[in-house]
């Protein structure tokens, strides 16, 4: 986190958000992925030997310890607390001890994982066994569930994360293939007056965008999925741009969403 930190007032940010990873779906990851892995890596520290990851139990209070120890040695940075819930409409009696144990500043609710017959299985193992826009179209589906199922979040991440691993021989993913399905995906979601992330690692697409605003969107937020100090706020600029391209305009609280103008 300090590194992170440092990385920010190299940037000149005003403020960075830690949304830490809180996971408690049990997911199958390919033997040959695990395998290229080092030994240390959290995957394969917590897999068996057919290749399930049992997620770790977050550390609550080393994590606000963090989170602290941060603010304090970076009084002129703004450090806010926050979680990513993967999948929270399962495991709703955890997350909501999770939440209770502590005020976090960001709740972001996200998906990672489809059902398949072998357990459950992120998009990038499922494009091998099933259609690729099948993939999409059963991931776009789950955020409905996702959404009505779980009041523990009020940001949206990454709805469009399958296509961080779209098969390349396919070409490039053309969004009108799936428009309805992203449509209604986006409209119950704005119909819970939620906010939708930008999420950077892959740009979301201005089109996706466009059709958030158009069922009735109100706010947008940005994330760069940093897993690393280097990868903090990549992209950043160009999302931007591009949300203030379709009517959304920064807040007068800068560290509130964006909203449409």
């Not at 990873?21 to 057919?50: G, I, K, Y």
Request: charged letters at 25%.
């Amino acid at each position: 986190m300090e590194l992170t930190c440092q990385r920010a007032v190299q940037l000149g940010l005003p403020s960075i958000a830690f949304t830490e990873h809180v996971d408690h779906t049990v997911w199958l990851a390919p033997r040959d992925v695990l395998a290229d892995l080092p030994p240390d890596h959290p995957m394969v520290r917590f897999s068996d030997a057919s290749g399930r990851v049992t997620p770790p139990p977050l550390d609550v209070d080393g994590y606000t310890d963090s989170v602290a120890r941060c603010r304090a040695m970076f009084p002129d940075l703004k450090v806010l607390s926050g979680l990513e819930v993967g999948e929270p409409h399962r495991h709703e009696s955890a997350v909501a001890d999770i939440l209770s144990a502590a005020t976090f500043d960001r709740v972001l609710g996200s998906l990672h994982t489809l059902a398949a017959e072998t357990g459950y299985q992120e998009p990038a193992e499922l494009y091998a066994e099933r259609q690729a826009h099948d993939v999409v179209r059963d991931y776009l589906a789950e955020i409905i569930r996702v959404v009505e199922d779980s009041d523990a979040f009020s940001i949206l991440a990454h709805i469009d994360f399958p296509l961080r691993y779209w098969p390349q021989t396919m070409g490039p993913f053309d969004p009108f293939t799936l428009e309805e399905e992203f449509r209604c995906a986006l409209r119950v979601t704005a119909a819970t007056e939620r906010v939708l992330e930008i999420n950077t690692v892959l740009p979301l697409d201005a089109t996706v965008l466009r059709w958030w605003r158009e069922e009735g969107g109100r706010a947008v937020t940005f994330g760069s999925d940093a897993h690393e100090p280097s990868e903090l706020a990549r992209n950043l600029r160009e999302a931007a741009a591009m949300a203030e391209a379709l009517g959304f305009t920064m807040s007068e609280d800068p560290l509130a969403p964006w909203i449409r103008s």
